[in-house]
């Protein structure tokens, strides 16, 4: 990793509506093998938003996420979380703002129980053992873990390990939480539950930055598209504008999300181009409220005969 950020003095500030809570400019990220992760991106968080970044294998995900946090730093480059510069030398300030769940949960996982893991951080900032305690098992309850308390992180399973990271992180009260890859290797019923943690994370204020190969979950909980192709952020838009863009997805190797297909397929003239199965039944009842099963539509929507 090469720390080529320059220094400066610091001011703290909030990030505010016009400000992003973190933006980072990396011209490019080398890796020590000379690997070049990734080139010329720009990228932003706001606040209150969900932003899911999306792209075939090796196309640059994860180097991103590792920037917002510092855990990685441009060869060239800038990062701002909430107002503040971050430099080589002084990165706690992004490691608090901004807390990373990764994809492998075991890396997070250290201690011998799951409350002393959640417990871990809040003590290394010097919070007497009693309130980190009561503010663990508030965090484990937040992601419905309390039960697991007591449990050795590392035999949990991939989806208990995933939410009693995300515990360890809401614990330290972040801006943003990034997730990488937060529903590889779950079943649906886990993956549904991690939705709804993310949803409910949203709920409360902090903004939300994940990768995922899955669109279909990309297309339902995320406010914004990140498109990434070799190494370079291709497109940033909302999920509509960028699931119904043929030629993008073709450049960047994905398939739309499966509503986008079933509506393309079924040849379903939409004028509102449905993205998640939520919207695609809204529209599909729309239509046969307003027809009489002849497949014709009532001039005046009346369905009665
Ligand atoms: N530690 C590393 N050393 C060398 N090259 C790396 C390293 N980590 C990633 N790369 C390379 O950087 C590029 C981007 O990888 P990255 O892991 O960011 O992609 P990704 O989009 O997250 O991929 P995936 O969807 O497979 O997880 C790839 O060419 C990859 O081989």
């Known amino acids: 990793m090469t720390e ?37 991106v720009e990228f932003a968080v706001h606040a209150d938003e969900v932003v899911a970044l999306v792209g075939a294998n090796g196309s640059g995900k994860s180097t991103l996420l590792e920037h917002l946090n510092a855990t990685l730093t441009p060869d060239e480059g800038e990062l701002r979380v909430t107002g503040r510069r971050i430099t080589g030398n002084d990165t706690a300030h992004a490691r608090r703002e901004v807390g990373f769940v990764f994809q492998d949960a075991d890396s997070q996982l250290v201690a011998p129980t799951v409350l002393d893991d959640v417990m871990f951080g809040l003590q290394n900032n010097g919070l007497p053992a009693d309130d980190a305690k009561k503010r663990a098992r508030e965090a484990l309850a937040t992601v419905d873990a309390g039960h697991l308390e007591g449990r050795i992180p590392h035999y ?32 649906p019923e886990r993956s549904r539950l991690v939705v709804e943690r993310i949803r409910r994370i949203h709920a409360e204020g902090i903004s939300v930055v994940l990768s995922t190969h899955d669109l279909d979950i990309a297309a339902e909980i995320a406010d914004r598209i990140c498109v990434m192709s070799e190494g370079n952020v291709i497109d940033n838009r909302s999920p509509r504008e960028v699931f119904y863009d043929e030629d993008l997805l073709t450049e960047a190797n994905l398939h739309p999300p499966s509503t986008v297909r ?44």
């Open 262 to 305: 079933i509506t393309r397929d079924a040849g379903l003239d939409i004028g509102s181009q449905p993205v998640t199965e939520a919207e695609l039944v809204t529209f599909l009842d729309q239509q046969s409220a307003t027809t009489d099963g002849s497949g014709l539509a009532h001039p005046d929507g009346d369905t009665s005969d």
């Open 156 to 187: 949990l399973s991939g989806g208990e390990k995933r939410l009693v990271g995300l515990a360890g992180v809401l614990v330290l009260e972040p801006s943003v939480v990034v997730l990488d890859e937060p529903f590889a290797g779950l079943d």
């Open 4 to 40: 080529t950020i320059d220094s400066e003095p610091l001011e703290r500030s909030t990030g505010t509506d016009d400000e992003p809570l973190v933006s980072l400019w990396c011209e490019s990220h080398t890796y020590p093998d000379g690997t070049i992760g990734m080139h010329d």
